[in-house]
């Protein structure tokens, strides 16, 4: 049996702070409201022209370092975003350039905030199996784009950022299972109903949402998610020594972790500071736990994350 491993992990945020006071004098809204409901004080805000591929880019390089990896080790990239450079090429195809990448595949995976889960789930079927040798696996978003500045009840939740990580292949996991969902039917409680048609904008271009159907939805299939994971591996929540969920809401993560049986402290949390970076969240908090020492080589880790499609998943990892 062969396994996929992550050998390196690396995070970006842009340089930029927008702080909940900075949104109290733009819109009607308190830090005191944000916080209490969110977890949230502040988030990052990439600069004008700064794009989801150079945030990509930044992290990459740093999982590369960890990892000791070249551009020329590398032969899988998978990046996670929904909020992509251009329409195409995708922003792995851009991402593979900048970096120097010369072979491989390069393809975007599109599941909102559930997006590094799945792609760390489809990178790690290609390297287990043998078809790759070398992956980089990356979240990046640039959701402030997304946001319309003057609506409070979403602007204040999102920020930007990066995340990525190396897998190789290994005889030991590693990335010892995924476990991926979605449920169309209800995609509308979260989208963005809008396009480019014919050259025309047609439909809604900002994030629209019903916050309390997010978050009936967000606890109920983190559950179910995390109930399958344990299931699956025989284990019981009290076995992971960290819980790296998505950061959409303090509160939705710690009934997460309750309902694991996982005290607070060994939960990872950024919300605090970087806000909802969607796809970026899950690496991102992994970057921290790794490089404060947090996580330890043997460390049971599982991720977990839910988003637009709806979609959830998780994946649980021997560090
Ligand atoms: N500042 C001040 N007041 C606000 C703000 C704000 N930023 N936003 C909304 N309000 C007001 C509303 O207008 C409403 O006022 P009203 O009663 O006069 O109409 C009041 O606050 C209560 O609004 P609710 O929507 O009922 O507030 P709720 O307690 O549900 O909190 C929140 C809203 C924080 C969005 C919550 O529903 C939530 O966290 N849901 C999960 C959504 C989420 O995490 N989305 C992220 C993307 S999805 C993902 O990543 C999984």
Redesign the pocket.
Request: with cysteine; charged share 15%; proline share 0%.
């Given at each position: 049996m062969s396994y996929s491993r992550i050998v390196g992990v690396g995070s970006y945020l842009p340089a930029r702070v927008v702080t909940n006071q900075d949104?109290e004098s733009r819109?009607?809204?308190?830090d005191e409201?944000?916080f209490q409901?969110?977890g949230i004080r502040s988030r990052r805000v990439a600069a004008q022209g700064e794009q989801t591929s150079d945030l990509a880019l930044q992290a990459s390089l740093k999982a590369m370092e960890m990892a000791g990896v070249t551009a020329a080790d590398i032969d899988l990239i998978v990046v996670a975003t929904t909020t992509p450079d251009i329409v195409f090429p995708s922003s792995a195809c851009i991402l593979q350039r900048k970096l120097g990448v010369k072979r491989g595949a390069a393809f975007d995976v599109q599941a909102?905030?559930?997006g590094f889960v799945y792609a760390l789930a489809v990178a790690d079927k290609f390297v287990a199996s043998g078809q790759n040798k070398c992956a980089l696996v990356v979240g990046a978003e640039v959701f402030s784009r997304l946001l319309d500045w003057n609506d409070?009840?979403?602007?204040?939740?999102?920020g930007d950022g990066a995340g990525a990580v190396v897998l190789k292949p290994s005889e030991t996991p590693g990335i010892l299972s995924t476990h991926l969902h979605a449920e169309g039917d209800q995609g509308d409680i979260?989208t963005v109903p809008g396009t480019v048609h014919g050259g025309e904008q047609q439909g809604h271009p900002f994030?629209q949402?019903?916050?309390?159907?997010?978050?009936r939805?967000?606890v109920r299939a983190l559950d179910q998610v995390c109930r399958e994971t344990l299931e699956h591996n025989g284990i019981k929540g009290s076995d992971i020594d960290w819980l790296v969920p998505?950061?959409?809401?303090i509160?939705?993560i710690l009934a997460t972790a309750q309902k694991l049986g996982m005290p607070p402290e060994r939960v990872v949390t950024t919300l605090e500071h970087q806000g909802?970076t969607?796809a970026a969240?899950v690496p991102l908090a992994l970057d921290l736990a790794v490089r404060d020492g947090r996580i330890q080589p043997g460390h049971l880790v599982m991720l977990e994350?839910?988003?637009?499609g709806?979609t959830w998943g998780s994946a649980l990892l021997r560090w």
């Open positions: 949104l819109i009607e809204t308190s409201w944000i409901r969110t909102v905030c559930t409070r009840r979403t602007c204040v939740l999102f979260l994030v949402m019903d916050g309390q159907a997010v978050f939805f967000a998505h950061q959409a809401n509160r939705i909802n969607s969240s994350a839910v988003g637009g709806m």
